[in-house]
């Protein structure tokens, strides 16, 4: 039983299919990581291990960290720098084969730091779920100039497509800065018009919004609920995003 329980605002418990958190893993180690899913893991949904992180660990450790988190309850996955290396390099089924290997039930499939065209991306999708993945495909370039020349209307296709190729979730790329990309300006302040435009566009509960900063995470539990799905969130903030959800902070507090 949690303590003052009675004060706090519930939750729907997990399996959820909304309120989902998404949280980045840039190399915690297993000890580290097991300690903090034993307090919070029960406000984790899914579980990144960012980038290419997991070729510079010990295959033991990818695998144990693994099975930790989906003893939690929680969908690991692979970054999606990770599967453009792969198909870069040519070598997606290698990609997929280690990938089951491991125990990852989840991969993503993005094209932010290469140039992978729209049908092969699509493909790359289909292929992956055919594999027995569950896909979370993202939607944006990480570089700033390049990712300005994509227009609002090619990402909402780019993410209608991508769902309808498979993908289970929509990530919206913001980095792990969350400035200056995407939905986001040089500050970190949400562009509202064009979430309005892409929520009246793209099916609300398949979109998973990164909003790696405070305000931002604030900001869409203010606009869209404390079921908001949100992603990028640092290990340090899953407690403190769940009392934002819960309102259980001043930003929140009496608003949801």
């Given at each position: 039983?949690?303590?003052?329980?009675f004060?706090?605002?519930k939750?729907?418990e997990?399996?959820?299919?909304?309120?989902?958190?998404?949280?980045l893993d840039?190399?915690?180690g297993?000890?580290?990581?097991?300690?903090?899913?034993?307090?919070?893991?029960?406000?984790?949904?899914?579980?990144?291990?960012?980038?290419g992180?997991?070729?510079?660990?010990?295959q033991?450790?990818?695998?144990?960290?693994?099975?930790?988190?989906?003893?939690?309850?929680?969908?690991?996955?692979?970054?999606?720098?990770?599967?453009?290396l792969?198909?870069?390099?040519?070598?997606l089924?290698e990609?997929?084969?280690?990938?089951?290997?491991?125990g990852?039930?989840?991969?993503e499939?993005?094209?932010?730091?290469?140039?992978?065209?729209?049908?092969?991306?699509l493909?790359?999708?289909?292929?992956?779920?055919?594999?027995?993945?569950?896909?979370?495909?993202?939607?944006?370039?990480?570089?700033p100039?390049?990712d300005?020349e994509?227009s609002?209307?090619?990402?909402?296709?780019?993410?209608?497509?991508?769902l309808?190729?498979?993908?289970?979730?929509?990530?919206?790329?913001?980095r792990?800065?969350?400035?200056?990309?995407?939905?986001?300006?040089?500050?970190?302040?949400?562009?509202?018009?064009?979430?309005?435009?892409i929520?009246?566009?793209?099916?609300?509960?398949?979109i998973l919004?990164?909003?790696?900063?405070?305000?931002?995470?604030?900001?869409?539990?203010?606009k869209?609920?404390?079921e908001v799905?949100?992603?990028?969130i640092?290990?340090?903030?899953?407690t403190?995003?769940?009392?934002?959800?819960?309102?259980?902070?001043?930003?929140?507090l009496?608003?949801?």
């Amino acid at each position: 039983m949690k303590s003052f329980e009675f004060l706090s605002k519930k939750r729907e418990e997990k399996p959820r299919t909304c309120g989902l958190t998404m949280v980045l893993d840039k190399g915690l180690g297993l000890e580290t990581a097991s300690s903090l899913m034993d307090i919070s893991g029960e406000y984790v949904d899914y579980l990144k291990f960012g980038w290419g992180t997991s070729i510079v660990h010990e295959q033991d450790i990818i695998r144990a960290k693994v099975e930790m988190y989906k003893s939690h309850h929680i969908t690991p996955y692979t970054g999606g720098t990770l599967f453009e290396l792969a198909y870069k390099k040519g070598m997606l089924n290698e990609f997929f084969d280690e990938a089951h290997e491991l125990g990852f039930p989840a991969i993503e499939i993005s094209d932010g730091s290469t140039t992978i065209s729209h049908d092969d991306k699509l493909e790359c999708i289909e292929l992956a779920c055919d594999d027995g993945f569950e896909v979370l495909s993202e939607v944006g370039k990480k570089d700033p100039v390049l990712d300005k020349e994509m227009s609002l209307d090619d990402r909402i296709k780019a993410m209608n497509d991508e769902l309808n190729a498979g993908s289970s979730l929509i990530i919206v790329e913001a980095r792990e800065g969350g400035k200056n990309i995407g939905i986001f300006d040089k500050s970190g302040k949400a562009n509202e018009d064009e979430i309005d435009t892409i929520l009246n566009n793209v099916d609300n509960e398949k979109i998973l919004w990164e909003a790696p900063n405070k305000d931002q995470q604030v900001f869409f539990i203010l606009k869209l609920g404390n079921e908001v799905n949100l992603g990028n969130i640092s290990s340090d903030d899953i407690t403190s995003l769940e009392t934002l959800r819960r309102g259980l902070r001043g930003d929140t507090l009496g608003k949801i």
